[in-house]
């Protein structure tokens, strides 16, 4: 994903644009206060953040997954295995695509659905491959990182949601989709030799946007997960979400805000990015919002400093962290 500062921006009015210390201070502290004596209605089985930081640690052994290698191809093998094993129903949609630097990548979203029938759904997302360089790194840039986090993270936390819903007496009374985007990270670096290209981010979810692989599936919403294992990660209400779904935004930052994570869930707005949820909100016509990892410390540095540098490793990756998001989305899910 990257930065998108041109129209998104624009369209946001300044509000979007930057998080505020004003709203933040008021509108945003009057909602956190109304979240906090929220009375659940539905207690959500438990996420296990030890079987979520598993799951990520098993993705990081296989190697980079970058598209085109064996550690990608044997991920995603493992990931469809998982998911079968977690008794989801799941297709896989196998395509190519050019990417910036003129390679023609081979790539598959893997999706997985419970209660295929239900009319009512929400849909979760995460990608699954990691960045071919480290074009943030002041070394080695040319060689692809572990995307512990960006990556592994929200396919850990999903798979962990497969394995509860899977294993617990009580289900959802929605219908649950799950798409695993691939080739999201084989974006342009900014200095690159290589000319300027439209869409060159979120390869697959521009190909799913296109060509659902239901024909004329709909959700009710969908949500996002991004680099949502770091440790003391703060995740603002991005600019992209809030323009396209910000009811489902303020329905997800109260209920992170209602069961204990305001550490994590912060009443902030920060700019809007380009992320596999702008192009299932432009071109798929489903409201996505995106759980991302926001810098409130260096917004320069939007992602946070292992962002596209060989850090993104297991030592960033936080049990407490996964467990505020991964516990925060259940939640959602089970008060459907």
Same mark, same amino acid.
């Given at each position: 994903?990257?930065?998108?500062?041109?129209?998104?921006?624009?369209?946001?009015?300044?509000?979007?644009? =930057?998080?505020?210390?004003?709203?933040?201070?008021?509108?945003?502290?009057?909602?956190?206060?109304?979240?906090?004596?929220?009375?659940?209605?539905?207690?959500?089985?438990?996420? $296990?953040?030890?079987?979520?930081?598993?799951? @990520?640690?098993?993705?990081?052994?296989?190697?980079?997954?970058?598209? $085109?290698?064996?550690?990608?191809?044997?991920?995603?093998?493992?990931?469809?295995?998982?998911?079968?094993?977690?008794?989801?129903?799941?297709?896989?949609?196998?395509?190519?695509?050019?990417?910036?630097?003129?390679?023609?990548?081979?790539?598959?979203?893997?999706?997985?659905?419970?209660?295929?029938?239900?009319?009512?759904?929400?849909?979760?997302?995460?990608?699954?491959?990691?960045?071919?360089? /480290?074009?943030?790194?002041?070394? $080695?840039? !040319?060689?692809?990182?572990?995307?512990?986090?960006?990556?592994?993270?929200?396919?850990?936390?999903?798979?962990?949601?497969?394995?509860?819903?899977?294993?617990?007496?009580?289900?959802? #009374?929605?219908?649950?989709?799950?798409?695993?985007?691939?080739?999201?990270?084989?974006?342009?670096?900014?200095?690159?030799?290589?000319?300027?290209?439209?869409?060159?981010?979120?390869?697959?979810?521009?190909?799913?946007?296109?060509?659902?692989?239901?024909?004329?599936?709909?959700?009710?919403?969908?949500?996002?997960?991004?680099?949502?294992?770091?440790?003391?990660?703060?995740?603002?209400?991005?600019?992209?979400?809030?323009?396209?779904?910000? #009811? @489902?935004?303020?329905?997800?930052?109260?209920?992170?805000?209602? @069961?204990?994570?305001?550490?994590?869930?912060?009443?902030?707005?920060?700019?809007?990015?380009?992320?596999?949820?702008?192009?299932?909100?432009?071109?798929?016509?489903?409201? =996505?919002? !995106?759980? @991302? #990892?926001?810098?409130?410390?260096?917004?320069?540095?939007?992602?946070?400093?292992?962002?596209?540098?060989?850090?993104?490793?297991? !030592?960033?990756?936080?049990?407490?962290?996964?467990? /505020?998001?991964?516990?925060?989305?259940?939640?959602?899910?089970?008060?459907?």
């Amino acid at each position: 994903m990257k930065n998108n500062l041109k129209t998104l921006v624009l369209l946001a009015a300044g509000a979007l644009a =930057m998080y505020s210390c004003d709203s933040a201070e008021k509108g945003g502290a009057k909602q956190a206060a109304v979240a906090e004596k929220e009375v659940l209605a539905v207690k959500a089985p438990a996420f $296990n953040a030890d079987s979520a930081y598993t799951f @990520i640690q098993e993705q990081v052994a296989f190697g980079p997954r970058v598209p $085109n290698t064996p550690a990608h191809y044997a991920t995603g093998e493992w990931i469809i295995q998982q998911l079968r094993a977690y008794g989801a129903e799941v297709k896989v949609q196998n395509f190519q695509m050019r990417a910036f630097d003129g390679k023609m990548l081979n790539l598959r979203n893997i999706i997985a659905s419970y209660k295929p029938e239900a009319a009512n759904r929400v849909l979760l997302a995460a990608h699954w491959d990691t960045r071919p360089f /480290a074009d943030k790194d002041d070394e $080695n840039q !040319d060689k692809p990182i572990d995307g512990a986090n960006d990556g592994g993270s929200g396919v850990g936390v999903l798979l962990e949601i497969a394995r509860t819903i899977h294993t617990s007496e009580q289900k959802p #009374e929605i219908g649950v989709d799950m798409i695993f985007f691939d080739g999201e990270d084989y974006g342009r670096p900014d200095d690159s030799k290589y000319p300027n290209m439209d869409n060159d981010w979120c390869l697959g979810s521009q190909y799913w946007s296109k060509n659902k692989h239901t024909p004329n599936y709909r959700a009710n919403y969908g949500i996002l997960l991004d680099m949502v294992g770091a440790e003391n990660a703060k995740f603002a209400r991005e600019g992209t979400s809030l323009q396209y779904a910000k #009811e @489902i935004v303020d329905k997800v930052w109260k209920a992170g805000n209602s @069961i204990g994570y305001s550490d994590y869930f912060k009443y902030v707005n920060a700019p809007g990015i380009t992320d596999d949820h702008t192009y299932v909100n432009a071109w798929g016509n489903i409201r =996505m919002i !995106d759980i @991302i #990892e926001y810098n409130m410390s260096n917004p320069d540095d939007y992602f946070g400093p292992y962002h596209h540098r060989h850090t993104d490793n297991m !030592d960033v990756i936080s049990k407490n962290t996964l467990k /505020a998001v991964g516990q925060t989305v259940l939640h959602v899910l089970y008060n459907e």
